[in-house]
């Protein structure tokens, strides 16, 4: 009698609410009725009061409460929830023995609470919902260790949970076991991010001795973060660093980063006290502005050699420091450039500044296929040399002003419906205020035609076979060739009369024609969505250039051949050649193989080879390999880097290291061996919820990206 009275008094005002909803009427989420199911439910209609008992839930809005029992007051829209009590909001899970609840303030309070908020759990005396989206555990911990009594976890008097967004925390002790190893002052993580809040890396090696590398990452908002680092290096000393990533609503993002240590072996000629400054900032201004600049302050050139040698020195060397701005539009791209130098031990050529137009292919007449190109800049340069490289000095250094502009027009046509040519005509004056010889306002006049052709044919072969899990379902073989000519009028001013400043300065008369013939095989696979899709199986160009003339007596001459392959028969696999063929030698002077094994059953493997003439050979490969099995205490891993020079019969680099899967942690210890003399050891223990690290050791196999032309 009880749960028929109830259900009419709850489902006549969702009668009511779906009216209103089809008429097109907002509804007022505040009026929704609070319906309890269970076992037993009975309704209090003096006092406005529902019990609910065995196998009680409750559904409101996005939160659901499972329990043995409940009493709801109506009027107050507030429950008290007893005996195996859940709560449910979006993908979190949150359990007590009792729970108070508002449910139009969404606020309550959990006895004894346990929380679900994957990757994280946690454990509190009481859980407070104090809104909609945040949670107060009370003398608690958090963890991203499923077991009851977890491996490690990160306690503290109260502890905030904003669902979705972030952990914050004061006063925090980082335990592992039963034994308190670290204390943290402020603790905010972004559930969303991968980085941990700790990093300690111990490690040893000849140019730092025993070292300990620890990083704290601190986070304000999600525009405002970075890392504070401290690291300790027993024949280097302390050093202390900070970087900060930021972000502006109106003026885009970037980040800082300063580093600085008082280096007991700064190396023969540099001081002592050693630095670096970095910033990089992009802001895009508009749909068609963008502004990004960079700078780079270091106290001596090898700074980044030394102490972030894999994370920066083998990218980039000699940062630089630039400020540019970029608008673009449909058919144009103006830019400015300001380049100064900072460093005065690397070379640099300045643009104090540089401004630079680019006018894209524009149809000149709507009847007609004409295009016209254009490049043009204007420039205020300045060739400044290293004090300490070559013997070359400041004191050497020389600039000018250039004025420089390239004009073309071409008409692109087919002829019998597969023969593409693209004939052009050009021409380039450059003006410079001073040249080699010190003359002043000296112009340059160059011209050039010539003409793209290219062809396209192909033939499909009906073959169908899943022969080796290959899943061919027919055959296109396409062939490509290709020709362009190209005549360089030889220039009234040669280029050893010029300032040389880039490639402009140093353009030469030219005659030749480059050749190219490529062989491309394509099939149809099967999509994850049962569609098709075009899969490049292999492709293969061989490539020359024909000399008729150029600047330095060269006639009637067939250059180097140049050969590229790429094959991808699975997804998993990949494998890149280039090879470069010396006519005049008769032997290669350059080859360079890659392959590639992408997570082939849990496996990741490649290997290079590289060789060049008067240069060592080399073979480069990498095996990772990860045993999969569900019990991580039988769960090991390795990974092996190799870099072996042939001509000298010696490894130049090796890297070994055993991964040890720990339940939620994983260990590495990694041994990396240069020049067969140099060890470096180093352990990396890593949070598997959180895998990312901010510091840079192991070695990477660069190969090639799939589909790039070098």
């Not at 004894?112 to 945040?134: F, L, R």
């Not at 598997?688 to 790039?708: Q, V």
Request: hydrophobic share 35%; glycine share 6%; with cysteine.
């Amino acid at each position: 009698m009880f749960k028929k009275i109830l259900l009419s008094y709850i489902i006549f005002p969702l009668l009511l609410v779906a009216a209103a909803s089809a008429e097109g009427e907002d509804i007022d989420t505040k009026t929704l009725p609070i319906v309890v199911n269970g076992d037993k439910v009975q309704y209090d209609h003096a006092n406005k009061i529902v019990t609910g008992t065995g196998n009680v839930s409750i559904n409101y809005k996005d939160i659901r409460i499972t329990c043995d029992k409940i009493t709801v007051n109506l009027d107050a829209k507030e429950g008290l929830a007893e005996g195996n009590v859940t709560l449910y909001q979006q993908d979190n899970v949150f359990s007590a023995e009792n729970v108070v609840y508002n449910f139009e303030n969404k606020t309550g309070e959990l006895i004894n609470g346990e929380m679900k908020m994957p990757p994280w759990y946690g454990n509190a005396e009481s859980i407070e919902k104090v809104a909609d989206q945040e949670f107060d555990l009370n003398k608690s911990y958090i963890t991203t260790c499923d077991y009851e009594k977890p491996h490690y976890r990160i306690e503290a008097r109260t502890i905030k949970i904003y669902l979705g967004d972030r952990v914050t925390a004061w006063n925090v002790l980082f335990y592992v076991g039963d034994m308190p190893i670290m204390y943290i002052p402020y603790y905010n993580h972004p559930l969303k991010d991968n980085l941990p809040q700790v990093n300690l890396v111990p490690g040893h090696n000849d140019e730092w001795g025993a070292y300990l590398l620890s990083s704290w990452r601190y986070y304000f908002h999600p525009d405002s973060k970075g890392h504070v680092h401290v690291d300790w290096r027993s024949k280097r000393g302390f050093a202390e660093g900070l970087d900060y990533k930021y972000g502006m609503e109106k003026f885009g993002k970037g980040y800082a980063r300063f580093y600085y240590l008082h280096d007991k072996e700064p190396g023969s000629g540099i001081d002592d006290k050693r630095y670096r400054v970095q910033v990089r900032h992009k802001w895009p201004v508009d749909e068609n502005t963008f502004m990004a600049g960079e700078f780079h302050k270091l106290s001596d050139r090898d700074f980044i050699k030394d102490f972030f040698y894999k994370e920066e020195y083998e990218l980039d060397h000699e940062p630089q420091t630039y400020l540019t701005l970029i608008g673009a539009k449909e058919n144009y791209t103006l830019s400015m450039l300001y380049r100064p130098k900072v460093n005065d031990f690397f070379t640099v050529t300045e643009r104090l500044p540089e401004a630079r137009l680019n006018i894209r292919k524009l149809k000149l007449l709507n009847h007609l296929n004409l295009y016209y190109t254009n490049t043009s800049s204007i420039a205020v340069l300045n060739k400044s040399f290293a004090n300490d490289v070559d013997g070359a000095r400041a004191g050497d250094s020389y600039d000018a002003t250039r004025a420089d502009t390239y004009n073309e027009l071409s008409y692109p046509f087919s002829l019998f419906g597969f023969l593409n040519l693209n004939p052009f005509i050009g021409t380039r004056q450059t003006f410079y205020t001073e040249d080699e010889a010190g003359n002043d306002n000296i112009v340059r006049d160059l011209y050039n035609t010539g003409v793209d052709i290219y062809a396209r044919s192909y033939k499909i072969y009906d073959v169908e076979t899943n022969f080796l899990n290959l899943d061919i379902n027919k055959i296109r073989h396409l062939i490509i060739p290709s020709a362009r000519y190209e005549y360089i009028r030889e220039p009234k001013v040669s280029p050893e009369d010029l300032l040389q400043f880039d490639e402009i300065d140093a353009i030469r008369q030219k005659n030749s024609v480059e050749l190219a013939i490529e062989h491309k095989l394509q099939t149809k696979r099967h999509a994850d969505d049962g569609s098709e899709k075009t899969v490049d199986l292999l492709s293969f160009i061989v490539s020359s250039e024909y000399v008729f003339l150029d600047d330095f007596g060269q006639d009637n001459k067939l250059l180097g051949i140049k050969y590229d392959l790429e094959t991808r028969p699975y997804d998993w696999l990949y494998f890149d050649a280039e090879a470069h063929l010396d006519r005049e030698a008769r032997q290669f002077d350059t080859f360079n193989a890659d392959l590639h094994v992408t997570k082939y059953k849990d496996m990741t493997f490649g290997a290079g080879y590289r060789y060049e003439q008067d240069e060592n050979s080399q073979v480069t490969s990498y095996f990772n390999y990860d045993i999969p099995n569900k019990d991580w205490k039988k769960r090991w891993g390795f990974r092996i880097y190799n870099r072996y020079e042939l001509q000298e019969k010696q490894f130049q680099e090796q890297e070994y290291t055993i991964v040890k899967d720990l339940h939620c942690w994983s260990s590495e210890l990694t041994c990396r061996i240069e020049d067969e003399t140099d060890y470096t050891f180093w352990v990396i223990f890593r949070l598997k919820a959180f895998p990312d690290i901010p510091f840079f050791f192991r070695t990477t196999y660069r190969g090639p990206e799939p589909g790039a032309r070098r």
